[in-house]
């Protein structure tokens, strides 16, 4: 069997991994080899790194549908080399204004006593239109193409207009994902009216396209092509939104046209934790980016460095602190227009040390709650990076959430709605309950790395509640234990899965540890003996998709890595 063949050697570094991409003029890593080259096309045809960042992001929506797309939400941080700042942008939409938390309640209960939902399911359908928000991404794109755009939007598009009108070879992970994907639409919608839509724009054939089969989406090159000539408010305002609010019309809690017209973005300023003497940068709630930095708050109380990085004790410290800071997540992270957290308490020194307190050092904790910090004034994602020869840095995540989304596709439009609502509490006195208006807890998370006031990587990992858990474990791989930028990518990683949740539905307090089988048999034992529920997970889907670009102002280059998770790949010049 092919399995039992392991890998092969290399002249340097380990022999799992491969070196990182170099170069020194622009680079781009995406999870999509053609989406790259579309980056690296618009930099070279003198875009900026936001033009390429754009580029690469629609070029994804149509390549890769199972991660993302225009009916889905966008988050972004921009390091900006003539200001020397980051700037960060919260593109994520809201829930209707004419639906109340108690009409919503009524619909779930109505759909279970039609049977189409579980006569137990607790929380908010990931299918149909109740799950649906606005979708933001095409705001965000407008709003950092005006402030750090070069080239006009239409020949930032025009790249994927023509692989959506003429067709592109479908890769082979993404493959994956689309079977999978059909699979779960043709079951859900078997009855329904909505399963049209879906098989005509992806499933052509009654099944997914296979590896390197043509696909072309017609509806969505028409789609960005009235965007590419109109601009923002084709999409909020204009032909667009008539035509989707006309879809969901008839729907029970589906989105109108004042949803999409009044809907807004919001530049943010990140927040930062200092670890090991770099600062890592991650945007507020509503997203979930601050509990990367309450884990490495917590971690920085131990030196992981006197045990190696695959023992036990250094896997065992990182989960109590994923639990720890999870709780919290569950607790406190909501849109803070409609709730106030303890951000700046959360991030403290002071309450990383009284977390960590909590770990026992030799056995894993029956459960954790919430802390109480000082009040001062599975998951579907893609993420990519870009940097152009002036030194812009940008660090992109955008996703229609679970699966391939909502399932809800407006007709003719070639993309899918997300179900990011799903997201919501359903309890009326929690942070994060569904409410007109409100934008719902979010997973995904942009990163951004800085030393001395200096940029120093710009990265993400995709995938739910993985992506914090990922990007902690990417900085200790390198900070701690000297990985480089692809070797810090590859290794084998682990997902903490249970404990409390921002919907109010929680699971098993001590949850489950899975773990990427290149973690030795030894160390798996050790952990179960602390008390840790393990489990070896080869597949690969629960463990994101990493991306990352470095600079190295010195040599004046910069040094890119990708996944090996995704079909992603790196390209410079």
Do not use: C
Not at 85 to 112: C, D, F, H, I, W
Not at 276 to 300: C, T, V
């Amino acid at each position: 069997m092919i399995s039992e063949l392991g890998a092969g050697g290399r002249p340097i570094g380990e022999n799992w991994s491969r070196s990182p991409v170099y170069g020194s003029n622009g680079m781009a890593a995406t999870a999509q080899p053609l989406a790259s080259q579309v980056a690296l096309d618009i930099l070279k045809e003198g875009g900026s790194a936001v033009d390429a960042a754009i580029a690469a992001n629609a070029a994804l929506g149509l390549m890769e549908p199972t991660g993302n797309g225009i009916g889905g939400d966008i988050f972004v941080i921009v390091w900006d080399p003539q200001s020397k700042q980051l700037y960060g942008y919260n593109g994520s939409g809201r829930s209707p204004k004419g639906q109340t938390l108690k009409q919503l309640q009524a619909r779930v209960e109505g759909m279970k006593a039609r049977g189409e939902l579980p006569a137990d399911f607790d929380g908010i359908p990931s299918h149909g239109p109740l799950p649906v928000s606005v979708p933001g991404t095409v705001d965000g794109w407008f709003a950092i193409h005006d402030r750090f755009g070069n080239l006009p939007m239409n020949q930032v598009l025009a790249p994927t207009i023509d692989y959506a009108r003429n067709g592109f070879a479908v890769s082979p992970v993404i493959a994956y994902y689309l079977e999978r994907s059909w699979a779960f639409f043709e079951r859900i919608y078997a009855e329904s009216p909505h399963l049209e839509n879906i098989r005509d724009t992806w499933f052509r054939e009654g099944r997914a396209p296979a590896v390197g089969e043509i696909f072309v989406n017609e509806g969505l090159a028409d789609t960005l092509e009235t965007i590419a000539l109109d601009g923002r408010d084709a999409f909020y305002k204009g032909s667009l939104a008539k035509r989707m609010a006309a879809y969901f019309e008839s729907m029970d809690g589906g989105l109108s046209y004042q949803d999409f017209s009044e809907h807004r973005g919001d530049w943010v300023s990140p927040g930062r934790v200092n670890y090991r003497g770099y600062d890592l940068y991650e945007l507020p709630p509503n997203g979930q980016g601050f509990a990367a930095l309450q884990m490495l708050s917590i971690l920085k109380n131990v030196d992981l460095t006197q045990w190696s990085r695959g023992s036990a004790e250094v896997f065992h410290y990182m989960v109590e602190a994923k639990r720890l800071a999870f709780e919290d997540v569950a607790r406190y992270y909501a849109d803070p227009e409609f709730s106030q957290a303890p951000l700046t308490g959360l991030l403290s020194d002071e309450y990383g040390r009284e977390r960590f307190a909590l770990i026992d050092p030799v056995k894993a904790s029956a459960a954790f709650g919430p802390g109480e910090p000082k009040l001062e004034a599975e998951g579907d994602t893609t993420y990519l990076t870009v940097a152009d020869k002036n030194g812009m840095m940008v660090s992109l995540i955008q996703s229609n959430y679970r699966g391939m989304g909502s399932g809800m596709v407006a007709d003719n439009t070639g993309f899918m709605f997300q179900d990011r609502g799903e997201l919501f509490s359903l309890e009326p006195n929690h942070p994060n309950a569904y409410a007109p208006g409100k934008r719902p807890f979010h997973t995904i998370i942009p990163a951004f790395l800085m030393k001395d006031g200096e940029p120093v990587m710009s990265f993400g990992l995709m995938g739910g509640s993985m992506q914090p858990q990922g990007h902690t474990q990417i900085l200790v791989n390198m900070l701690d234990f000297g990985m480089n930028v692809q070797e810090a990518g590859d290794a084998a990683r682990f997902l903490h899965d249970g404990g409390s949740e921002p919907t109010g539905v929680h699971g098993d307090p001590l949850g489950t540890l899975y773990l990427e089988p290149g973690v030795a048999g030894d160390t798996v034992k050790r952990l179960e003996a602390m008390g840790h529920n393990v489990q070896i997970d080869s597949s690969g889907v629960r463990f994101g998709g990493y991306q990352a670009i470095m600079v190295d102002k010195e040599k004046g280059s910069y040094a890119g890595a990708t996944e090996m998770r995704k079909d992603g790949t790196v390209v410079a010049w």
